[in-house]
């Protein structure tokens, strides 16, 4: 496997490191660690600005200098990743735009979320928002407290096939650590325009099927050597039981959620169930994405 692992040098990139490498060594991936630099200038100065080939060349040294510094500290960064295989790449552009389109040579991006101030929750940082919003990879994105194992694993499951493709992917990336799996499905609190005894009838056949197929999948996780549990829930919205769920079980060390896409589109638009809970919630989630 090969991981992508942008660094900022800001507060979350040791703990995103200690992320990356404990996954990476449980895979034996590659790992390339990518620091941006933003471009010196901007915008074009307009012609009347009269900029010399002098200035020219002091923006262009200042540039390279910037790049040299973070080769240099993503050097000590490789040192901690010993004895994995690791590259440092010192990108010029917009950060997330970098990312994205460097992204498709990777199984998996790690993202990092940033804390503004001592009390407030932790909030996604605009280059990882983008960069979730638009990719067509899976991306990890490390919130709240850093996972120190893999113990407990929250994987939302709504029976559709973006929903079946996340749970292979969390299940191989996730076998070495062995978690415990609590599959959740969340039933929208919907009324049907229907007289009550029929809709009772076809509310409790249809919940039955979704048991049985739930099951299944259960019974194909121990089999797939994990112990698992399984619920069903009834909330305003997938989004809503989520979090519920996860205030009665404040031990679940990563969320993992399937997102679709429309194959047509160059970027393609993140799910308003995983747009919404990366904004919310305060657990590490692994976000991924299938087109259609």
Same mark, same amino acid.
């Given at each position: 496997?090969?991981? /992508?692992?942008?660094?900022?040098?800001?507060?979350?990139?040791?703990?995103?490191?200690?992320?990356?490498?404990?996954?990476?060594?449980?895979?034996? &991936? $590659?790992?390339?660690?990518?620091?941006?630099?933003?471009?010196?200038?901007?915008?074009?100065?307009?012609?009347?600005?009269?900029?010399?080939?002098?200035?020219?060349? /002091?923006?262009?040294?200042?540039? #390279?200098? +910037?790049?040299?510094? &973070?080769?240099?500290?993503?050097?000590?960064?490789?040192?901690?990743? *010993?004895?994995?295989?690791?590259?440092?790449?010192?990108?010029?552009?917009?950060?997330?735009?970098?990312?994205?389109?460097?992204?498709?040579?990777?199984?998996?991006?790690?993202?990092?979320?940033?804390?503004?101030?001592?009390?407030?929750?932790?909030?996604?940082?605009?280059?990882?928002?983008?960069?979730?919003?638009?990719? +067509?990879?899976?991306?990890?994105?490390?919130?709240? +407290?850093?996972? #120190? =194992?893999?113990? +407990?694993?929250?994987?939302?499951?709504? /029976?559709?096939?973006?929903?079946?493709?996340?749970?292979?992917?969390?299940?191989?990336?996730? $076998?070495?650590?062995?978690?415990?799996?609590?599959?959740?499905?969340?039933?929208?609190?919907?009324?049907?325009?229907?007289? #009550?005894?029929?809709?009772?009838?076809?509310?409790?056949?249809?919940?039955?099927? *979704?048991?049985?197929?739930?099951? *299944?999948?259960?019974?194909?996780?121990?089999?797939?050597?994990?112990?698992?549990? &399984?619920?069903?829930?009834?909330?305003?919205?997938?989004?809503?039981?989520?979090?519920?769920?996860?205030?009665?079980?404040?031990?679940?060390?990563?969320?993992?959620?399937?997102?679709? =896409?429309?194959?047509?589109?160059?970027?393609?638009?993140?799910?308003?169930?995983?747009?919404?809970?990366?904004?919310?919630? #305060?657990?590490?989630?692994?976000?991924?994405?299938?087109?259609?």
């Amino acid at each position: 496997m090969k991981f /992508l692992a942008p660094v900022d040098f800001t507060e979350i990139t040791n703990p995103l490191i200690r992320v990356v490498k404990l996954f990476a060594q449980a895979h034996n &991936a $590659k790992v390339h660690l990518l620091h941006t630099v933003s471009p010196v200038l901007y915008l074009p100065y307009p012609e009347s600005f009269g900029m010399s080939t002098v200035d020219l060349e /002091l923006l262009a040294e200042l540039q #390279e200098r +910037k790049k040299e510094e &973070a080769k240099e500290r993503l050097k000590g960064l490789v040192e901690f990743l *010993k004895p994995l295989e690791v590259e440092i790449l010192v990108e010029i552009g917009e950060p997330a735009e970098v990312v994205l389109e460097k992204e498709e040579a990777y199984d998996l991006v790690f993202m990092g979320s940033h804390k503004k101030g001592l009390v407030e929750r932790i909030l996604v940082g605009s280059t990882t928002e983008k960069v979730v919003k638009y990719s +067509k990879k899976p991306v990890f994105v490390l919130k709240g +407290k850093e996972p #120190e =194992g893999i113990k +407990k694993v929250l994987i939302g499951y709504d /029976l559709s096939e973006h929903a079946k493709k996340a749970l292979e992917f969390a299940v191989n990336l996730l $076998k070495p650590f062995s978690p415990h799996i609590v599959l959740l499905h969340v039933e929208e609190t919907i009324e049907l325009p229907l007289v #009550e005894g029929i809709r009772d009838v076809l509310s409790e056949k249809y919940r039955e099927e *979704k048991l049985k197929h739930i099951e *299944k999948i259960k019974d194909w996780l121990r089999e797939s050597g994990f112990t698992a549990s &399984a619920y069903i829930l009834e909330d305003r919205s997938p989004a809503d039981g989520i979090r519920n769920f996860l205030k009665e079980d404040p031990d679940i060390d990563i969320v993992v959620l399937g997102s679709r =896409g429309l194959s047509g589109l160059k970027r393609v638009l993140l799910g308003s169930t995983s747009s919404e809970l990366l904004r919310s919630l #305060e657990v590490s989630l692994i976000i991924h994405r299938s087109l259609e």
